[in-house]
């Protein structure tokens, strides 16, 4: 008898762990969502499902993730550019713009890096900084093409890609 109660007590004490981090989400995509009306809890909840450990994770780990996520869209984006620069720009001020916004990008993936790290380590000024840093450079790309007069061939990737560091900057913010 005294088996199955010990079991059954981890059981419950498993459950509370689980069911506390999943909270955790949630309880963090409401105050996101409250506080930025521009992302929304929906939208929160959809960034976060692009990683499985995000249900069980506390509020640091949700950073680190989030920092994860858009250190691989950072990739994307740059591949993009490479596609855009192969195939449909022939504009060379264009053409120009879109290096600019590559070189931003890998600068970016490697900020991302070093934010990760940064929140496992406890430094969260700097992972704000980072952060802040970041978005401010996917301003800079979009800035490029406004300033030629053109259409960004990059504004839906940037707004979203802004979005989702807006996102870990908040919640870093919270902790």
């Not at 450079?137 to 979203?160: H, K, M, N, Q």
């Amino acid at each position: 008898m005294r088996h199955s109660q010990a079991l059954s007590c981890l059981l419950v004490i498993l459950f509370l762990l689980v069911s506390s981090n999943a909270s955790t989400l949630d309880d963090t995509c409401k105050s996101i969502g409250a506080s930025k009306k521009d992302i929304g809890y929906d939208y929160c909840i959809k960034f976060f499902q692009a990683n499985n450990e995000s249900a069980t994770a506390d509020k640091r780990g949700l950073v680190v993730i989030g920092t994860k996520i858009t250190r691989a869209e950072a990739t994307n984006i740059r591949k993009r550019i490479d596609a855009l620069k192969a195939s449909v720009i022939t504009d060379k001020k264009v053409s120009g713009r879109l290096s600019d916004c590559r070189v931003n990008y890998t600068a970016v993936q490697r900020w991302l890096e070093v934010a990760a790290k940064s929140i496992k380590s406890g430094n969260l000024q700097e992972v704000k900084t980072i952060l802040t840093n970041v978005i401010l450079g996917t301003d800079t790309c979009e800035e490029g093409f406004r300033e030629l007069g053109v259409p960004s061939p990059l504004a839906a990737e940037d707004a979203e890609f802004s979005k989702d560091c807006s996102i870990a900057l908040a919640i870093t913010t919270m902790l």
